[in-house]
């Protein structure tokens, strides 16, 4: 069984949705939790970050973390096209250099 | 501000050629990381080095070695390449082991037939 189970999609929404994305996982000394986003054929990037549980919202995305549950969500508000993407989760634990991550969830934002 | 550049972009070897996949920052990171990334797998921990000198194995590292040659680069060389090594590769680049976030160069598309 994998560390972090992601849903790899595809994932296809009209213009406007709201998207979501979650992870679940099994290790729970992880706590610091991300959102990568990656564009086809180029490497990822950071999107979000967050420390143990709870909501950190920046903009249109909201990213949440139940530790009880291990389980953490990527809402992303009035989507558009641009955001077509693959999205990756990742986590760590505080004091270690190693990052898991997710399979990736590839969203389509259809104009 | 070119952040992690890679090099090649593309490549296509032979079952048990050899070759190396260069990787450069500029950003002053002690931390760089090579990751494979593989349909469904997600991204997997090769290699990394922690700060300039030191090395040490991550998840799936048979079949790589690296070298962290100055601050600023950390190259992986695949001895004799095998099929199984057929996979997008990204190198990746942190302040710190303990900084969240990694920055990633464009990746290096290898098929070996």
């Known amino acids: 069984q994998k560390e972090v189970e992601q849903d790899p999609g595809p994932l296809s929404v009209p213009e406007g949705a709201i998207v979501s994305l979650n992870c679940t996982y099994s290790?729970?000394?992880?706590?610091?939790f991300m959102w990568y986003r990656q564009y086809s054929r180029k490497g990822p990037e950071l999107l979000m970050y967050?420390?143990?549980?709870g909501n950190k919202e920046d903009g249109r995305f909201t990213a949440q973390v139940d530790k009880s549950s291990k389980y953490i969500s990527l809402f992303i508000r009035d989507s558009q096209p641009s955001d077509s993407a693959t999205y990756l989760c990742?986590?760590?634990?505080?004091?270690?250099?190693?990052?898991?991550f997710g399979a990736g969830t590839t969203v389509t934002v259809r104009a | 501000n070119a952040g992690v550049t890679q090099t090649p972009k593309f490549q296509v070897l032979k079952t048990g050629q050899s070759m190396t996949l260069q990787c450069a920052q500029d950003?002053?990171?002690?931390?760089m990381y090579w990751y494979r990334q593989d349909p469904g797998m997600g991204l997997r921990l090769i290699y990394y080095?922690?700060?300039?000198?030191?090395?040490d194995k991550g998840e799936v590292p048979n079949g790589y070695n690296v070298s962290r040659l100055n601050k600023r680069e950390f190259s992986l060389r695949l001895e004799s390449a095998a099929p199984s090594q057929t996979s997008v590769y990204f190198c990746?680049?942190?302040?710190?082991?303990?900084?969240?976030?990694?920055?990633f160069g464009q990746g290096t598309r290898l098929t070996v037939v």
């Open positions: 990746a680049s942190s302040e710190s082991n303990s900084n969240t976030e990694a920055f």
């Open positions: 290790n729970s000394a992880f706590q610091y």
């Open positions: 967050t420390y143990s549980s």
């Open positions: 990742a986590m760590k634990n505080a004091n270690d250099y190693k990052l898991s």
């Open positions: 950003m002053n990171h002690n931390s």
């Open positions: 080095s922690a700060s300039e000198g030191t090395t």
